[in-house]
């Protein structure tokens, strides 16, 4: 391990960071467990051809940091977690995950994986062959199934909580909601919002899911991504990428709330948060508004009740009013207040554990 990698470990407050080889299938993975002061550390496991072994950590590390801070706001009794695996999609099979859950099963429940980038339900079901520790099944074999409804709908929760603060009701009909990111959270929310009167539109650099998008709502209207910056709108919602709140999108972006499901959407957190304040604009900050897909495997663990998870996505509303509330009071970004927000519940926690 490098001394950059060790140096990162410290200073992000990573309890431990497992490596793991397997010669046979050629898997290469990195378990990064950040802090499991509010439970076990949940979180994905993303399959990734990395250009670099540092690389590959430093998502590892960034990611399940972020991951504590999810569960904790939201609620749960989870710490954080997250897998990568240096690899392809060509390399998955039945082996491959059986491997890899043997060696999740190994750190005995401290970290249960989940689906991610290039993994799915069915590798789960795999990974479940080897270890409990799982979660992210398919609905036939008792798991929660595709958590994108969830974040959608916690998304569009929050959203409406973001139009009280904006416009003194939750209503969001006529007004027009920029949805960057056609795929699937971003279709899903696409119907909450069309139900909800909203005027669509949306934005994908990839034409089959503007395809499947406007095939399945009829209504949405399309705008070339290239294009997106120079509309008028009341809400922007990024489902895509990371990081597209930056200086140039903010020279440009005439919106009165930001609130989407992409994980890290400011590029710098402090600087572009303070440039949404001087905007004027609301910000929802991702990892509190986006939690409905990690609320929903969560409760996998437990006993699954679908209405349940609703009931609990939609807590989502209150924790935002409390967020800008805080925010407001102590003129510090919602992006700020959301992580004073969940770094105080695991305070809490240190402390009560430190009584007993
Ligand atoms: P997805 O891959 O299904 O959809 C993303 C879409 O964004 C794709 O259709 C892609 O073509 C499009 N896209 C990429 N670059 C773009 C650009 N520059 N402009 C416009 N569109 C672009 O992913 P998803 O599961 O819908 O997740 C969307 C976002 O929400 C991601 O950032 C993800 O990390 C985050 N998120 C997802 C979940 C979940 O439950 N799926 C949970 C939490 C956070």
Same mark, same amino acid.
């Given at each position: 391990m490098s001394n950059f990698t060790f140096n990162q470990i410290q200073e992000l407050g990573h309890e431990q960071v497992v490596y793991c080889h397997d010669a046979a299938t050629g898997l290469n993975a990195i378990i990064a467990i950040h802090d499991t002061t509010l439970g076990p550390a949940l979180g994905g496991t993303r399959l990734w051809q990395y250009d670099s072994f540092d690389a590959a950590?430093?998502?590892?590390? #960034?990611? =399940? +940091?972020?991951?504590?801070?999810?569960?904790?706001?939201?609620?749960?009794?989870?710490?954080?977690?997250?897998?990568?695996?240096?690899? %392809?999609?060509?390399?998955?099979?039945?082996?491959?995950? +059986? #491997?890899?859950?043997?060696?999740?099963? =190994?750190?005995?429940?401290?970290?249960? !994986?989940?689906?991610?980038? %290039? *993994?799915? !339900?069915?590798?789960?079901?795999?990974?479940?062959?080897? !270890?409990?520790?799982?979660?992210?099944?398919?609905?036939?074999?008792?798991? /929660?199934?595709?958590?994108?409804?969830?974040?959608?709908?916690? *998304?569009?929760?929050?959203?409406?909580?973001?139009?009280?603060?904006?416009?003194?009701?939750? /209503?969001?009909?006529?007004?027009?909601?920029?949805?960057?990111?056609?795929? =699937?959270?971003?279709?899903?929310?696409?119907?909450?919002?069309?139900?909800?009167?909203a005027k669509v539109f949306i934005c994908d650099i990839n034409q089959d899911r503007i395809k499947q998008t406007v095939d399945k709502h009829s209504k949405v209207e399309v705008v070339a991504a290239a294009d997106m910056l120079n509309v008028t709108f009341d809400i922007y919602a990024p489902c895509a990428l990371g990081a597209t709140i930056n200086d140039d999108s903010l020279s440009k972006l005439k919106c009165q709330i930001i609130a989407g499901a992409a994980n890290n959407q400011?590029?710098?957190?402090?600087?572009?948060?303070?440039?949404?304040?001087?905007?004027?604009?609301?910000?929802?900050?991702?990892?509190?508004? %986006?939690?409905?897909?990690?609320? %929903?495997? /969560?409760?996998?663990?437990?006993?699954?009740?679908?209405?349940?998870? !609703?009931?609990?996505?939609?807590?989502?509303?209150?924790?935002?009013q409390d967020c800008l509330s805080l925010a407001e009071a102590e003129n510090i970004t919602a992006q700020e207040a959301a992580m004073r927000m969940a770094k105080k519940r695991i305070a809490d926690m240190k402390e009560l554990k430190s009584r007993r």
């Open positions: 950590t430093t998502d590892a590390l #960034r990611l =399940s +940091r972020g991951m504590t801070y999810k569960a904790a706001i939201s609620g749960l009794h989870l710490g954080g977690g997250k897998a990568v695996i240096i690899g %392809n999609p060509s390399m998955k099979n039945e082996m491959y995950w +059986r #491997r890899y859950g043997k060696f999740v099963n =190994s750190l005995g429940g401290k970290y249960i !994986t989940a689906e991610d980038v %290039n *993994t799915n !339900t069915a590798d789960m079901e795999f990974i479940n062959l080897e !270890t409990e520790h799982v979660t992210g099944k398919p609905e036939y074999s008792g798991g /929660s199934g595709d958590p994108s409804p969830f974040t959608a709908y916690g *998304t569009f929760v929050g959203m409406k909580a973001c139009a009280n603060k904006a416009w003194g009701s939750d /209503s969001l009909e006529n007004k027009k909601v920029m949805v960057q990111g056609a795929g =699937s959270v971003g279709q899903y929310l696409v119907g909450h919002l069309l139900n909800a009167g400011l590029e710098v957190e402090e600087t572009h948060g303070r440039k949404l304040i001087e905007k004027g604009i609301i910000y929802a900050p991702d990892f509190l508004l %986006n939690a409905g897909g990690l609320i %929903n495997v /969560s409760a996998e663990i437990g006993y699954y009740n679908k209405d349940l998870v !609703t009931s609990a996505v939609e807590k989502i509303y209150g924790r935002l």
